[in-house]
């Protein structure tokens, strides 16, 4: 079995590796890494939780530390965009664990906070600047950061950026970032646009694909009950009065609903926390925090928010509403049995849901156990439908989730076509209110 320390990393990279108590490579990992120190390109088909962080993080601090390790004010090495404020400090926080033994500064810059605190911090200029891309370019707009020294750039979960109507913003930044780099393109899935930015932006890429999030989803318990929508919230409470659950996180479709969610929860004095795109950053990473800490041992989340998101020791994640894309279930039940522990997933699931059950079936090859009703519940649940009668979509519009519908299957944009060439070329930068406002809609 390879381990770190036969990946050729620098010492004080090892160091911090060792310190951190990881024993032996992810497959990504290995897969990447000795490419990586050669400074070839690389796209990588991965997602959360495969160790993809480490796998582009190690390589680019090694690759940092052979370099003059002097700063240029407003001035990055290496760029990294991420579609999330929550990803993006995430991976952040990553690379400053992994440089914790060398002489690193990195900095993160996402919208949704004041921008000068940002413009301040980047005064001195950084050896990695992890961000979104709408608020790196308002940066670069505004002359705090130019990227003209940028040695390797980084797109982590392009296909997300791309589904949040980033592209635009992302080639414009690309333009900004000198041609004589390294660059790492990682995506959950690979839907035409994506090998079309890669056939773009990549010289001659390694390629390396792990095993999707089925493999976890493979260790997680999967339950359903079938309720009314109007009982939902009353079984839910039954629900999380189980003890067995110490980190429960519960998904709804929508903003509001999240919000509703919490507003009954503790009401019946469930101490019950939400994220979601209206919420602001510190909100935001107030929740995480309580959550993490087991402070607050229920975190309701829209998909957005909660993608990308890694939290240890969540023990059941409960669809109080079902995605209409089947992919994205698979997604959320990866929040639990990480790190090879067990772990439970219920869904509540309605008469007008049963589509999307029976469509989560079919691409898991699971059929997902029905559960018996919670002790005093036995009047809220309904019968458990004929497995053989055909149930049909539901009508009317298409209900949003996280990601988009057409993607994985082609991947087009949000909306079904994409949009014409005299459109695209007529259709100016939204102005800087309409690009958070869209921001906002997508991240729900
Ligand atoms: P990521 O996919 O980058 O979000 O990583 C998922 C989790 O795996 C993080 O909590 C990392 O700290 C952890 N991790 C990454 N690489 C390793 C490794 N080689 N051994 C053990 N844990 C790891």
Do not use: W
């Amino acid at each position: 079995m390879t381990t770190f320390s036969e990946l050729n990393l620098h010492r004080q990279v090892l160091k911090a590796v060792t310190a951190e108590g990881y024993e032996t490579p992810t497959p990504i990992q290995l897969q990447s890494i000795p490419h990586l120190l050669e400074k070839r390109d690389l796209l990588g088909i991965a997602q959360t939780g495969t160790g993809k962080t480490a796998a582009f993080a190690l390589p680019t601090l090694n690759h940092l530390r052979e370099q003059n390790q002097n700063r240029t004010p407003k001035s990055t090495k290496v760029l990294v965009l991420a579609p999330t404020r929550e990803l993006a400090a995430q991976i952040a926080e990553s690379f400053q664990t992994y440089s914790k033994f060398m002489d690193c500064v990195t900095q993160t810059v996402f919208g949704g906070v004041k921008i000068n605190k940002q413009i301040r911090a980047l005064e001195r200029g950084c050896h990695v600047l992890v961000a979104t891309p709408g608020r790196l370019l308002d940066l670069v707009n505004q002359g705090a950061v130019q990227l003209g020294d940028v040695e390797v750039l980084i797109l982590d979960e392009a296909d997300q950026m791309l589904d949040m109507g980033f592209i635009h913003d992302l080639q414009k930044i690309i333009s900004h970032v000198p041609k004589e780099r390294q660059t790492l393109l990682f995506s959950a899935t690979m839907p035409k646009l994506i090998s079309d930015l890669a056939e773009k932006y990549l010289k001659d890429p390694v390629r390396v694909s792990v095993a999707p999030e089925s493999t976890t989803a493979e260790r997680v318990t999967q339950g359903v009950i079938h309720v009314a929508n109007n009982n939902k919230l009353q079984l839910l409470g039954k629900l999380l009065d189980d003890p067995s659950i110490d980190r429960a996180l519960v998904f709804t479709r929508t903003k509001h609903g999240a919000d509703k969610v919490v507003r009954k929860l503790m009401a019946k004095k469930y101490p019950a926390m939400a994220i979601h795109g209206n919420k602001s950053q510190a909100q935001r990473l107030k929740a995480l925090a309580a959550f993490k800490s087991g402070e607050c041992r229920i975190l309701i989340a829209t998909d957005i928010a909660a993608r990308g998101i890694d939290i240890d020791g969540i023990s059941h994640v409960i669809n109080f509403e079902m995605p209409n894309v089947a992919e994205q279930y698979v997604h959320r039940i990866g929040r639990t049995a990480r790190a090879g522990r067990e772990g439970v997933s219920i869904s509540l699931v309605a008469e007008d849901e049963l589509y999307y059950l029976r469509e989560v079936e079919k691409i898991t090859r699971v059929e997902v156990e029905v559960l018996p009703a919670p002790e005093g519940c036995e009047g809220l649940v309904l019968p458990t439908p004929d497995p053989n009668v055909r149930v049909r979509k539901p009508k009317g519009p298409a209900r949003r989730s996280g990601r988009n519908q057409s993607q994985g299957r082609g991947g087009q944009r949000q909306g079904g076509n994409p949009p014409s060439k005299s459109k695209m070329r007529s259709r100016k930068r939204p102005g800087k209110n309409q690009r958070r406002r869209d921001r906002e809609k997508v991240s729900s």
